[in-house]
């Protein structure tokens, strides 16, 4: 089956939220409250079991990438960004998940069987953005479903339903990486320089996201790791070199214990 996900382009992004409410309402995702962080109008801070997506508010200097410490309303800029589960094309979660809770979808996506989640938590520091999360009392880990049940139904993901400017796309993923393709050469042909694309290129360290996304600055200013790599990649090669200790030291305990003439 083809091969479905979103592409988030962030700069028409205007924070309002209601990709936030409608993955709650239609997930059934617990209230964060209102807890306003710090100086900024971000009540969730980041994603989590509670949060499968988050729109970040990131306040620059006008001209510079380093937070105002001081700056003046007038001498601020803001970014805004919905982000969500990555559905890496290498996932980590699933390499690790001992009970095959996580798995991919028909339609290429990574989900978890909460009724199979024995909340042994491997996934949380396998997944190298910090998505998945454990519940608390619950025991089990949450994430980002990209909607599977509204998928199999033919309907569109509830984020991206609930989207009023389209910042959030869903559709084949090969489809959204030449529609973000081409709203990058415009935005590069419009003078913003900085545009770019995060997480379209097959070719990166987790073979390209199920979501990807269109930044406006550099990754590390939106909190997004600028090179992320799947977390198992070097698994094969530990399990090898174990073997080959344990063959080894095996046969040393055997040439020891063998009768001496």
């Not at 801070?45 to 508010?57: K, N, S």
């Not at 599977?148 to 796309?169: G, Y």
């Not at 003078?191 to 997480?199: I, N």
Request: hydrophobic share 40%; glycine share 12%.
């Amino acid at each position: 089956m083809t091969r479905m996900g979103f592409f988030t382009d962030t700069s028409i992004c205007i924070g309002c939220k209601a990709c936030e409410v409608a993955c709650k309402e239609w997930n059934d995702v617990p209230d964060d409250g209102l807890d306003f962080l710090a100086m900024s109008y971000d009540n969730t801070g980041g994603l989590g079991a509670d949060t499968w997506r988050h729109v970040a508010f990131i306040e620059l200097p006008r001209g510079g990438s380093a937070v105002p410490s001081d700056a003046g309303q007038a001498g601020v800029r803001w970014l805004m960004s919905s982000d969500v589960c990555k559905h890496c094309t290498h996932a980590a979660c699933l390499d690790v998940c001992p009970t095959g809770a996580l798995f991919r979808t028909e339609f290429d996506t990574v989900v978890v069987q909460q009724d199979v989640c024995n909340g042994c938590g491997y996934c949380v520091p396998a997944c190298p953005f910090g998505v998945i999360d454990k519940r608390e009392p619950d025991g089990r880990v949450w994430k980002c479903t990209l909607c599977h049940d509204r998928l199999k139904a033919d309907m569109t993901p509830a984020c991206a339903q609930a989207c009023p400017t389209e910042s959030i796309q869903f559709g084949p993923l090969e489809d959204l990486r030449a529609r973000a393709a081409g709203r990058l050469g415009a935005l590069r042909e419009a003078g913003v320089a900085e545009a770019r694309l995060y997480g379209a290129d097959e070719h990166d360290g987790v073979g390209g996201f199920g979501a990807f996304f269109l930044l406006l600055e550099e990754p590390g200013v939106y909190g997004l790791p600028p090179d992320p790599v799947v977390t198992t990649r070097d698994l094969p090669r530990m399990w090898r070199a174990a073997a080959g200790a344990a063959l080894a030291l095996g046969g040393a305990v055997a040439a020891a214990c063998l009768p001496r003439r």
